[in-house]
């Protein structure tokens, strides 16, 4: 199974910060990666798929880029409802895996 | 709008079956592409993915839980039924299933049920 190496694990950021988060694949996956966050108690959220496209009503502060082995998510002003646990999932092959999660709080 | 929600049994004992219910909405599972897929998280935990069914009955199952899982969808009920054999306390955590196409991967999920193995 493809391997999803996703950093940091946590970080402490204010509102107005740019975040980035990271995620390696340990085999050429082409642009197959989505990005979701998931608050507590709730289903994930689908925010980029295909490495870079905006899903629907997804705020555009919200982007991703990379392709191959090296992707990243990055929300350009983190707002008060962006504190959640973000994942990256492969989808380029069977079984489909996910990063382990990276918790954004609050400073 | 798609919606979709699991039901089943919040609790199991050791050694039981677990079959859980998806019933969804706002698709069909005979549109060409169209799959619903399950996964689960323990709590705490990270996301992991259990199993996929295409439209057109091709089924996958995580190399891990193979041997324990089963997917059956009946299209005339918009639901898909997984069942998880030998529940071991292991297996506790929040199961959910959710829609998949080929552009935008698994893009809505339900809400979760959680489900305890105790006895």
């Known amino acids: 199974a493809i391997q999803m190496t996703q950093s940091p694990s946590s970080l402490s950021a204010s509102v107005g910060d740019r975040v980035t988060i990271t995620c390696r694949a340990s085999?050429?996956?082409?642009?197959?990666l989505a990005w979701y966050h998931q608050k507590p108690g709730k289903a994930p959220n689908l925010l980029i798929y295909?490495?870079?496209s905006l899903q629907n009503g997804v705020p555009s502060r919200f982007s991703g880029s990379g392709s191959g082995t090296d992707f990243t998510l990055t929300i350009s002003s983190l707002q008060p409802e962006d504190f959640a646990t973000y994942y990256c999932l492969q989808d380029n092959s069977f079984p489909p895996t996910f990063g382990q999660g990276t918790k954004v709080e609050i400073k | 709008q798609i919606t979709l929600k699991e039901s089943g049994p919040t609790v199991v004992k050791p050694t039981q079956t677990l079959t859980l219910t998806c019933t969804f909405s706002?698709?069909?599972?005979?549109?060409?592409?169209?799959?619903v897929g399950w996964f689960r998280q323990p709590p705490g935990k990270a996301l992991e993915w259990l199993a996929l069914v295409f439209w057109d009955d091709d089924k996958r199952y995580s190399p891990s839980l193979n041997d324990r899982l089963t997917l059956a969808k009946d299209t005339s009920k918009n639901q898909v039924v997984l069942t998880m054999t030998n529940m071991d306390p292991a297996d506790i955590a929040t199961y959910y299933c959710?829609?998949?196409?080929?552009?935008?991967?698994?893009?809505?999920w339900g809400q979760g049920t959680l489900v305890t193995v105790s006895s």
């Open positions: 706002g698709f069909s599972l005979t549109t060409p592409g169209v799959g």
């Open positions: 959710a829609h998949s196409n080929p552009t935008t991967c698994f893009d809505i």
């Open positions: 085999q050429d996956i082409r642009n197959d």
């Open positions: 295909a490495a870079s």
